[in-house]
């Protein structure tokens, strides 16, 4: 059964950092491309960063460019996203998924597998 668990959400202020994390299981984690979505509330699902299956090459949303750093652990099967300088529009729940394809892909349509989401919210 393949599962992506995402853990880490929480309440942080603005200015401040959060890590979450995605735990995969059920499928052969290093062949596949890995990505975060968010989806704020009331807004369609917003792509925001991915890496290959190799952790060489990583791409990022316009929106957390330079803030945002996602990274892979193949040992753990597990990847990560590390969020610097929140601000109150990063508030969302965050998604982990999976896509076969071996090139980046921002269309949430490309990915395979989802987990269940964390809460992400960014207030003072």
């Known amino acids: 059964e393949v599962q992506l668990v995402e853990s880490g959400g929480g309440l942080v202020q603005p200015g401040g950092s959060l890590r979450v994390s995605c735990a995969a299981s059920?499928?052969?984690?290093?062949?596949?491309?890995m990505a975060w979505v968010r989806q704020a509330p009331g807004k369609g699902p917003e792509w925001v960063s991915a890496?290959?299956?190799?952790?060489?090459?990583?791409a990022y949303a316009d929106s957390v460019k330079g803030r945002f750093t996602i990274s892979r652990d193949s040992a753990k099967n597990t990847v990560y996203l590390q969020m610097n300088s929140l601000k109150p529009e990063d508030t969302a729940v965050y998604y982990c998924?999976?896509?076969?394809?071996?090139?980046?892909?921002?269309?949430?349509?490309?990915?395979?597998?989802w987990g269940q989401g964390t809460q992400v919210t960014v207030s003072s």
């Open positions: 998924a999976a896509s076969r394809n071996i090139e980046v892909v921002t269309s949430t349509l490309k990915y395979d597998y």
């Open positions: 890496i290959i299956s190799g952790g060489g090459s990583t």
């Open positions: 059920g499928f052969t984690f290093g062949n596949y491309l």
